[in-house]
């Protein structure tokens, strides 16, 4: 089972950013965690992140054949990106979507989750154990 874990936009500033909503660790002990996890849900995870809409759409592209699932949070673009969400479906891999916070009892344009219409698990809230449990559906 091979996994490829998309990171979007600020995520790289988790343990700077809002650590009140995100918490205190960094991207970097995050991915740390993405890894251990994988290792010990005998999964082969690679993990990536970008800033850059078009860049995780190529990531999504470049899974095709290569991956059987992907775990993706895309920060923001999650309420925007009707980009990321057609190279979902384009790709057709199965898809968990991971959220830190629980984007539902945020602001209101959190709700909309244009990734969510095709993911076929979504984890919101739980913070970094969250994509452990996305690992987990792929581990079954
Ligand atoms: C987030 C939630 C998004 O609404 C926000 O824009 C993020 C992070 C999360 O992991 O909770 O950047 O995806």
Redesign the pocket.
């Known amino acids: 089972m091979k996994v490829l874990v998309i990171n979007?936009?600020?995520?790289n500033m988790l343990g700077v950013r809002e650590r009140e909503?995100?918490g205190d660790e960094s991207y970097a002990a995050l991915k740390k965690y993405i890894l251990a996890s994988a290792k010990e849900l005998g999964i082969k995870a690679r993990v990536v992140q970008s800033n850059s809409e078009g860049k995780l759409v190529d990531y999504i592209q470049r899974a095709y054949k290569k991956y059987d699932g992907i775990i993706i949070?895309?920060?923001?673009y999650?309420?925007t990106s009707i980009a990321i969400y057609d190279a979902l479906k384009a790709v057709n891999i199965t898809t968990v979507e991971?959220?830190?916070?629980d984007?539902n009892a945020?602001e209101e344009f959190?709700k909309t989750s244009y990734v969510g219409l095709y993911a076929a698990k979504r984890v919101?809230g739980k913070g970094f154990a969250g994509y452990r449990e996305a690992l987990e559906f792929f581990a079954k």
Do not use: E, F, I, K
């Open positions: 979007g936009v600020n995520l909503v995100y949070n895309p920060g923001a999650t309420h991971v959220h830190l916070s984007v945020r959190r919101t």
